[in-house]
């Protein structure tokens, strides 16, 4: 639900290559399906005749089976690429929490990022947001120090904090990390004692990074205790969670007075639907493995396993000493026969290691799984897939199977863990409610007065009827977070020109999209501050905080518009802000509002007749006066006035005294033309022109024309 | 909507796919064939390639805006003839003169009114 509020709509962009490529794929299966028809038509007429078959048909039946194996291989990489993001968006979603809780808390952070073009899946980059969320506020608040402490002790006034993101192998890294206090193991070494977490003499063999694992401990610190120990032990335990949930691990480094850093590292695979797995049987059931929790398989002589006491058997491998189940009496069925020698698979996971005593192995393979629902819930099993020859396999959960084998049961946990991550999903969305307080229709007007009086107002439109609609909203998420993102690096260097130009044209883009599906109070409101831009790029005005505060607000504002057209609401403009707006807006000079930004924008034309008018001039044997009067509904006269003017070189040539847009403007003579021009035509073709190009399409309400020489 | 332009091709420039949907959208109910461009770069090479019938472009873009298309297309005797409608908002008039004076033949202001947009199809196709 609030990933939802957050990230908008269940839906993501697709480049058009990855498109491409799916097309080229579906004509391969096209022409794989073709070909197992026609090699099934030559099986059957061997089949009808009683022959035996050729090495032909072999052949044949090979290479369909060769190209459906690797067309399926090239399906499932593609879905993966297109599943993949730049967690780049991620990343930049703090730039703005970080610059105001740093404001809030007096402290001077800069925000720096790496490997922002790092591909995760998408899923793993929603679900990153709220562990770094969580570790940035942490560190802003009670990691890095204030500007006085940091002088203290000759640190440099700003503060970096860092977010960075780097893929090895199959597994993705990402790190944040700070130059504040760090922690201090001794600190969180007494407190783990002291609340009886651990022995005072265990405490002191643990090596210090063991120690700094106990701020994952559910409840390790509390409010009042956390700026002792810089406040990490926070909500950690959900950090870890999170993470883990992944399939992932935190791990924590710490330098007392120099910093800290928390690194995830997360398998890339985890995201999507299709496990690598190990397949096995055991009895007549057909189980996955999911190739990431396998250690090893071997051959094991039941003679040579150890019993050990209270445990059952055990094997021992690489030195340490393993449990051995049956796996299908682990998971409640029937147990095997019992043989010499069994076939066992070890695997691991965060919980521990234990083996596994299977029937077969089978083949290693790439399956797409189904979930399983709650109500259908066995503990120990994830999911089902279907395995070759149409037969349905159980996915194991190795997590949940090791805790089987520990006797622990998973519902209390669970709900224990949900309730805590929802404890800190509620103090951490202080801005973003999780749960929008529904307003009741007899309440709407109240809400409104309520609104009013909160300086804000409500705009009434909500937009054109539009089948793109999520699209657009989706296009216009990207556009508000570049010009969010350029305004932050504006605050920064207020006089890069470079930026300036960026940001003048992300505003302009927006307000053009808004215009373009009806939006148009909205595209009204950022046009005014997109001529902010303007003037800044004209070097009118310079950048100060006031204004960088200003965009940041408008940048708000059409976040939170956003948002409120997902659900069909009018967007909110606060009046404050349109007041704060109004001292930067260029004093109108004109009468006409219409004319106004002509004169903003110092665009000025000349007398007409220098206008390009793309001329292909003539020089006529006849001269005539013209006067022409329009009423363009949708278009500004002036431009309808060029163009009638453009296309009025096609028969002619315009000279003499044109008016310019001055002169336009000031006789107020917006929808009239008068002027001269020569032509080769003669009166009556003239006319008839004009009648046929002129009067119907360029709303002509009255003319004359004179002939004149 | 009396025109209909079965056969003939438009090419509409945007850089937002959501704004060139809406506009395609526009246009189809006119039976025009449309290809699409992302830039004024690419506009140009299909224009180039393909020789639309007309043209319908953004102003503002990356790589090549509006403005520098409108006076590609114009100075290249063989695309002159091409009709190039701009898009902007009412409150863009500065843009749309000089669109204008780099040869753009008509402009549409956001959001486009199917009416205005008949007349506009019409004026640029009338001869």
Sequence with gaps: MAEKERGGLDRMLVRITHLDRLLNLVGEVIITSNSIATTNRRIQEYYDRGATLDKMSIDMIKVVEESSSRISGDLHSLVMDIRMVEIKGTFQRFRRPVRDMAKEAGKNVELITFGEETLVDKTISEKLYDPINHQVRNAIDHGIEDPLERQRMGKPAIATLTLKAYQLENFIFLEISDDGRGMDPDVIRKHAVDRGLIGSDDAQKLPNEEILKFIYHPGFSTKTYASEISGRGVGMDVVKNNIEELGGEVMISSIVGEGTKFTYKIPQVTAVNILDCLTVRAGKNLYAIPILNVVSTLLVNVAKTNLAFDKGRTITYLGSIITLYDLNELLGEKPLETSDEVTVVIVEAKNGRIALIVSELLTPEKLVYTPLEKIFKVQGISGVTMMGANKMGLIIDVVELINRSKGIAVGEAVDEREALIRKSLESASREEPLVEPIIKKEDEEDQQEADAEKGKVLSSDIGREISHREEFLMELEEMINSAGENVLSLERNPADNELINKSFRDFHSIKGNLMMVGLTELGAFIHDIEGIMDRAREGAISLDSNIIDILLDATDTLKDARLSLIKNQAPVISADLIRSLAKYKKPVEKKTAEFVDVHQRTFRLGPLAQFNLLARRHSGQFIYQLYLSFQPQYQQPFLVALLILRRLTRIGHIFGSVPSIEEIESQNIGSQIKLMFSSNLDEGKVRAWIEKYLVKNYDVTEYEIIKTG | ?127
């Excluded at chain 2, 850089?15 to 506009?43: F, P």
């Excluded at chain 2, 898009?87 to 486009?112: E, F, M, Q, R, V």
């Design chain 2, 1 to 127: 909507m009396s025109i209909d332009f079965t056969g003939k091709t438009a090419l509409v420039v945007d850089d937002y796919h959501s704004m060139r949907v809406a506009l395609k959208e526009l246009l189809l109910s006119y039976n025009l064939r449309i290809i699409e461009a992302q830039n004024g770069l690419e506009g140009l090479e299909i224009i180039r390639k393909k020789k639309p019938d007309m043209v319908f472009t953004d102003i503002v873009m990356p790589v090549m805006d509006g403005l520098e298309l409108c006076q590609e297309i114009k100075s290249d005797p063989e695309l002159l003839n091409i009709p190039v409608v701009v898009l902007s908002t009412h409150s863009d008039a500065a843009y749309i003169l000089k669109a204008i004076h780099n040869g753009a033949d008509d402009y549409l202001p956001k959001p486009i009114e199917p009416g205005l947009l008949t007349k506009v199809l019409s004026r640029i196709t009338d001869g």
